[in-house]
């Protein structure tokens, strides 16, 4: 069974930088491509950043790229998410997610998934 543990929310202003981890456990990290979601109350939880078995290959919504991105310390079992440039609508708790498929299926929210952590930017 994978367990995920997210780190490094918090609140920042607008324009300030946060970086998320992700530490991964309970099965081979290589065997799974990893990614990263966002929710608000009241939505649906939404894809942001999705990176390959190998950490070599990533994939990013149209809404964060240039701002956020997605890495691995393989080494680490640890995926992170840079964000910079934050913005008030960044607002969300964020989401770690794990598949044993490819880093494609990611946006599809399969797999096992994190507690989440909140990440406030205030204007």
């Known amino acids: 069974q994978v367990q995920l543990v997210e780190a490094g929310g918090g609140l920042v202003q607008a324009g300030g930088s946060l970086n998320l981890s992700c530490v991964f456990s309970?099965?081979?990290?290589?065997?799974?491509?990893r990614g990263w979601f966002r929710q608000t109350p009241g939505k649906e939880r939404e894809f942001v950043a999705a990176i390959n078995w190998s950490g070599a290959g990533t994939h990013d919504a149209d809404n964060v790229r240039g701002r956020f991105t997605i890495s691995s310390d393989n080494a680490k079992y640890t995926t992170y998410l840079l964000m910079n440039s934050l913005k008030p609508e960044d607002t969300a708790v964020y989401y770690c997610?794990?598949?044993?498929?490819?880093?494609?299926?990611?946006?599809?929210?399969?797999?096992?998934w994190g507690q989440g952590t909140q990440v406030t930017v205030s204007s």
């Open positions: 997610n794990a598949n044993e498929d490819t880093m494609r299926t990611i946006p599809l929210g399969l797999g096992s």
């Open positions: 309970g099965r081979a990290f290589i065997h799974y491509a």
